[in-house]
């Protein structure tokens, strides 16, 4: 069963527009959430985190909001650029175990 | 930059043989993970290791097996591969602000 679920395959946006990837879960226990940013043939990159005491984390173009009440939290980049096109994935964890829980992807892409 | 490698980078193998992947970290991070990569599910965590011979399962590691016998060296052993175990298999580390950082991983296919 799926813990963590991105319910949009593939989004599209405009060059210089901004972008909403959303992610949502299940597991009231997670407190941390990460996003990860894929290209073909490499492995997953980290882009950015939060934990569950925040509601917004920034980091340049990149900015994640969690909505605990709603288990939901969201990527917005701002403005998108062709080079952010790739998959992202969201991922939680919970303080205890030592696991993180992948979504199944959305693949970005930006139109010059 | 972790440096971790993965090799093979790319695989092809008959259903039924023995498969083994390897990762290399050159920074002697503890936590060392291998996960895979299908459409539709994401990433899945195998096994991860948290010290020499120190391995616990993930969520899908029925058919695989794992070994650490270095702090650097983190293998993954299909033991008689199924098609079912095609997949992109990435190794990662875990980094001391919690963090995963994934090596390039290998394609692995079971004809």
Known sequence: DQQVKQNS????????????????????????????????????????????????????????????????????????????????????????????????????TVIP | DAGITQSPRHKVTETGTPVTLRCHQTENHRYMYWYRQDPGHGLRLIHYSYGVKDTDKGEVSDGYSVSRSKTEDFLLTLESATSSQTSVYFCAIRRPSGERYFGPGTRLTVT
């Open chain 1, 9 to 108: 395959p593939s989004l599209s946006v405009q060059e210089g527009r901004i972008s909403i990837l959303n992610c949502d879960y299940t597991n009231s226990m997670f407190d941390y959430f990460l996003w990860y940013k894929k290209y073909p043939a490499e492995g997953p990159t980290f882009l950015i985190s939060i934990s569950s005491i925040k509601d917004k984390n920034e980091d340049g173009r990149f900015t994640v909001f969690l909505n605990k009440s709603a288990k939901h939290l969201s990527l917005h980049i701002v403005p998108s650029q062709p080079g952010d096109s790739a998959v992202y994935f969201c991922a939680a964890s919970a303080p205890t175990g030592n696991q993180f829980y992948f979504g199944t992807g959305t693949s970005l």
